[in-house]
């Protein structure tokens, strides 16, 4: 597993996000859940698969209609890196908080 380079709040977000699900999460959750944009979550997606924090696969759910869904999950190790850096930025910035629809999933 690598180290990621720079991480800002956006890599944060997204690691919560993965964080606070026993489940897979799928891209246009993600988006929705951490309120950024397709441009900055699918590249951070990306960056954390290639670097070995995250795996993805695809849904290939048979009983739900429209496309298909990429999956994504940390790996053990990606999770153990992620709580990390997301206990660092809490630190570094007490005012920072996950939003509330992450808080609520």
Same mark, same amino acid.
């Given at each position: 597993?690598?180290?990621?380079?720079?991480?800002?709040? !956006?890599?944060? /977000?997204? @690691?919560?996000? %993965? @964080? /606070? &699900?026993d489940q897979p999460r799928w891209g246009l959750e993600i988006?929705?859940?951490t309120g950024r944009p397709s441009g900055s979550v699918y590249p @951070? %997606? /990306?960056? @954390? +698969?290639? !670097?070995g924090? !995250?795996?993805s696969s695809w849904d290939d759910a048979s009983d739900r209609r429209g496309p298909r869904r990429r999956m994504y999950r940390l790996? !053990? +190790?990606g999770a153990t890196e992620a709580r990390r850096v997301c206990a660092r930025a809490a630190e570094r910035s007490p005012s920072w908080r996950p &939003? &509330? &629809?992450q808080v609520a999933q």
């Open positions: 597993m690598q180290q990621l380079g720079r991480i800002g709040r !956006a890599t944060v /977000d997204v @690691l919560t996000v %993965l @964080l /606070d &699900s988006i929705k859940l @951070l %997606l /990306d960056r @954390l +698969e290639q !670097a924090w !995250a795996t790996t !053990a +190790e &939003s &509330s &629809s």
